[in-house]
């Protein structure tokens, strides 16, 4: 995911995986759906998926490599898209292994029952996929994807289930760890987050009888639809004919919403729990000034994604708020390098730091997160060759010192900075005068939990930052991770 | 031009149509001209073009349309320009005639002559070249583009001076107009600009012997090389052998730079004049503050051009910063519009409002410029969508009421809406509580001078803001264009 | 198919519907698998693929559409192919409904199952895959494509057998209608035709132990293999560490090879049966000039596939050969009509006649088959329009009058000319002096049945000429397709 | 040139450099030019180009590599090519240059005049094009291409002649060489043949006033055009407004046209000095059969371009004639040679032994002409690999020994076998049993000269057989290139 108000070195941050989105009882559905997508196009830019059905046609897809907005906004392709119902999908890659990546690993995925069509789009990941692949090949499946997610449909297929919502239930009962899934028959949309609600999922109405579902709020507001609620954790709900139907097939519980998405995936123009995730990276900024004050002449953010933090921090300690790093707007990663080697060629094409602003300053660099450190340490390069006197990092969340499992792509454990070494280290390693996060408590405050994180039962999923994992990582656990000793939540799920 | 911190609608702004580059005595300079063209490409995003030299290949070229990161950074292309010398252009598509704009327009031009082949990089704009082109066919010469920049090869083509320094002089002392041109012949790298230095020009120092020219400084950093000054208007400088010549082939001659470059066209992280581009953004917006003050909750910038002056503005005002509108990084202008009506859905394409932060305020709305100020209501209707109590808005430049003719794509002057309309009428039409324009003193001061603007004698060219060109329009007058009744120093110019 | 020496208006001729081709044994199979297609292109030109396997990379695949020249060429496509072991399909385009193929349609197809992966390639026709797979999704499978050889590895991956040859076995037993496969495991090579061996297979050796598996011999030739021996009607071959196991799955069996792959489909290099194709064509020529005598200047082939025929009608009747008809290599089917009508420009794209032969001669025109007869209309009018004094045609097949239910693509019933018309009607209808076909006992003489037909037991499939079909064709059946009353050996079958 | 019956391996044939065609008076020429420049693309498949104009958008042009079929067929190519009046070309690549054909080489050329523009499309060769572009360039003409058919355009843009077809009189006076031009003003369409009429240029209707200009008559056909008359040798016609002006701008002179068109070059449906061309290949063969009678059991044409002389051998000799080689129409040159080395794969992937028909027989191999030789080693080898008794090898031209200079690309001498090699050393070089090519006498005879070649006078440019060149090959004289001592018409010229 290279989110809204990105960091200029996405590839040094961790990455949702992906944007879903659906519509109901709209002419050309596709049309709303390649725009939602647009709008989530943040969640996942390595490829996208629509599937439409209309009664004359049937279901059609499109599946594409790159940008929504390359793809399905040419009419040849959205014209094979008719239909008042459709979903759609977008990608991320994870880091390295774009060239496997086949078009059959793009979502929706799709299959044919004898009651019909359906079609399935996951954010998320499956913590026992790889158990579930084994039984279902041994049982004569076949696989067409090295995707996780396949394993819903074909555990679909299998149900003995008349009807598609209930084989859908059956299905995903069987499934651990984190999903919001979209899905669409003939005449019905679906949506479906897991008991936990880690991902998140809401519902719009768009005209007269049109209903959507898409991962941010954000993605309603480009259509201008209305935003209705969030689907809750452990919630189905089934929208056919202008009306919503919600059941709970996943029995009661407490949601633990992903806290990373308020530091970073989700855009700074989406509603998440009722709270603007500007304000809250805002709040996160003022909390930082309060936790970890300096003297200073100027805030300056890393952009675009510390900005908002950047803002709360000039604010809530009145240093002067100004752009002392420009980022290029054309970016490019590819270029040939010139034969006398250029020092920190690869940042420059990214950044350009505004000499006249940060010469003989002292510097307070706020950025969203620390997570291998090496582009923390070419910024500092940069802002110190440019004269800053001193350079002081503010980080708006706590060390990320654990992998995520749950839909999000995280480097292994020992390619964390914050997993290796102590924050006197890592300040030392990256080369600055001083080097701050926000508290795991600050964060909850800003968050909107005036008392911070309740240690018995937190209120978020927040395992990247604790070691805290709500779900038992079944795959993982059997390939060897190690979880943290004593982890609350987690260890109590893997023993039941 | 889509400039550095750009407007998100761009197409409703004034723009430059070039940025060049020229390299000489580094291995590969090709490499760098790349580097330094990717820099520039807010000058000119339409097409771009390379001309390189070597004692063994002799001049190679590659012109490409689109993105200098897409073309000049693949290997098949970047083998074919090898060679210590080489040149570089990047430029813009004028509004609506790209369908016509054939690869033969895109530069750098290149000629063959007795003594040996040059080629040139021209930014800026001949003001004769429809009468100069008419006499050159006359005598022979075949057009190749439908570009002005082509006479200055024919003319140097004709020339009867023996090298081709001297035939460049020979061939300029017959253009009027502003231009900033790079040339190479086989050994030599040449800049030069017009008597008023309307376009800017720098040179710099990189690797040993090495030397470069550029449109901008942000140019310059991107390659790590040193900022030696600017050309200065109405000098020619030759390099070659790690030596600068320079001469005047204009005669004496005070420099009026375009005062846009500063407003608009510029990167803020350049240096022009010896004044930060960022700064007297900021600065602006301090003199906005003064110049038009008013109460309110929030100063919100339209993203990315109108930051720096929102910064200014605020911090002058004392009223909080706040990021009102997120501005959509992965644009997209095609989508195909769903059936049912989406209110300003270009709009939602490339921005969203941040409602939780808008709601109930009274904004203070900062700009760059406008231009025909269609995008200023729709931005206008979003804000106010989105429950904002008053709508303030401030532009950071005076006016626009006057074309340009010397290298800008301006609309005619009655798509200007300043050209057209009172300041109270254009607020009416746009729609807001009140509307401020900084003054033309006011933005003299933001640029250094103390004093305002110096009516006898202007220190900059701002003839999209006074209708004062210094240099008479010759072919626009012969079609017709009326000049400004009484406009100081360009009627001067043209009694002459 | 657009076979070799192929008719110049294909798209009225009956096409095969693809050609298989595997390697095992070999250093980088795959490029003898891309030789090998390239020679059976003529069998399928939308599309093809190749998967491969090696112990290091495991399986690896790629299809594309397009000629196998144009993708399976490219060091980018060939390196990712790695492996001794590789099988390969070219897939011919259903008229019609290329646009709705889907990359997804192009074979081989690949299974997973828990003993190791399996590709797949099927030559024919499956004459119960509807019934197949309505069954199959019932029990919860899943397909991929529209394809009807689909069903082979579903029924393969619920076999309850330990090993996938038997598997394979197991599969085919489940499948009526025709059908030559090439299989491949992560280490054997297997191939396999139906009871009947309607679509042909060959095996050859090429170096020490490799051995190919192919559709025809041709495909041996361009990589200079051994030809050894036909795989049997019914019998399955094993290739593994350099030796063959033959097995016969299905029975003892009478074989009825496709005689229409003599007088269209099959390349005149080839040998079939023991027989040169082009000899056979040569003496249906021969036939014909005994069977159907007429008086004239000049014997012309429609080129190409008309050519060997019209050789032997030229030999036999001592009438002087001739090039009367010119083809045009460069094809073209799109080229925008001009303004005035041009009379029958399709045609004219194609041939043009050489007039200077023709003029006022007395021409025999030489056919490999009539299927619509609108091509045989225009090519009639060509020659009239050239001057010529009489044209007599003469077809070397029998007419034909019945749809191919077994890997060939024909026009519905209603469309074949010979179902609609008596030869009388047909001559008429075309326009020509006089029209003969050759008889099918003539046909069976020129494939070396001295005495003709069997009718007891028809040596051939026929059934595109008799209407007498060895398999009863299920799914078309249930369709309401109604076969010839009495036909001999289907009904027999049909009543079974 | 790839001519229609074109031999396999035409990259060891001499080629023809272009084909040239245009239309006057009809709806949308460009449609025309299109249909007749892809009947002419045997003459050159790199590149080609269209001009046209019409009244209200002027003139217009596009230019593509590549196949006719392939760009000119495409709606949003041939919307930009409106008007009644067009003219076009197609290109051959000469070897090993095509990496740096630029588009920009690609013809009609055009120069705006101030009279109005001008295009113009030329095929044949200046042989003094060095020298004219050496002095065009020292006066100021800008070169824009490296073909030698620009300094045409130069010369006419200096012409002090007020209209344009009296500049082009001007300019080709100026002009050394062989040529046929094609060019077109607002109003005009041009036709002009060099004073020997060396390449070859007709005239046709079509319509009601239409008229087209082109290479060939097949290009007529294609079209339904009616043959009127070729444009003379030396003669220009001007066509306008349905009439058409003839003039002789170079006075009076006699025709020498090109003999090897007749040979190979054209294709075997048009007409060429009203013989067909079909025929006379054809007359070659039984001309071949007398000079070089063998005894033998089968006559086998090199496919495609041997086939007419093949035909005429057997009927002269009376022994069968067969397909002994079958040509793959799906070519492709880019195979990755499979690991194992197969023995002459370049040749397998474009033919294949009909080794049932060839074995054990005596075969007489008819080809066209033998330029380096050593394709026909080739050929040689698969005829004796598969199994022939003899290989008499009979050629349809004499031995080529000079290369062309009038627009046909032609390797070195010290390339051309005949040049180098006696006719018992080349039978013995190639190895085959018997070598014979038709005497120069033969030639002239099939052509329609009854008394053979006139030594005095010749005929026919017979150049590349004979080294007796019509026009003094100026450029080449100073390049070093040294003429047969004593050649007749050739020394004449060069020594006014």
Known sequence: MQPFLAHPFDSDRLHEECGIFGAIGVLDASNFVALGLHALQHRGQEAGGIVTHDPEHGFNSAHRFGYVRDNFTKPDVMSTLPGPLAIGHVRYSTTGTKANTAIRDVQPFFGEFHMGGCAIAHNGNITNAAALRRELIERGSIFQSSSDSECIIHLMARSIQRNIPERMKDALRRVEGAFSVIAMTRTKLIGVRDALGVRPLVVGRVGEDGYVLASE??????????????????????????????SRPFGPSTGRFCIFEHVYFS???SII?????????????????????VEADLVCPVPDSGTPAAIGYAQESGIPYGMGIIRNQYMGRTFIEPSEQIRNMGVRLKLNVNRALIAGKRVVLVDDSVVRGTTSRKIKDMILDAGAAEVHFRIASPPTAWPCFYGVDTPDRDKLLAANMTPDEMREWIGVDSLSFVSLDGLYRAVGEAEGRNKSCPQYCDACFSGDYPVAPFDQLERGFRMKVGSETAVKQAAE
């Not at 309603?220 to 202008?242: N, Q």
């Not at 009722?274 to 900024?285: A, D, F, K, L």
């Open 217 to 246: 709020t954000c993605a309603l507001d480009i259509i201008g639809a209305e935003f209705l609620r969030e689907v809750e954790p452990g919630e189905m709900v089934v929208i056919s004919k202008g009306k919503i139907e919600s």
């Open 267 to 269: 855009r700074p123009d």
């Open 273 to 293: 729990g009722g709270r603007s995730v500007y304000e809250t990276r805002r709040q996160i900024g003022v909390e930082l000034a309060r936790e970890a004050p």
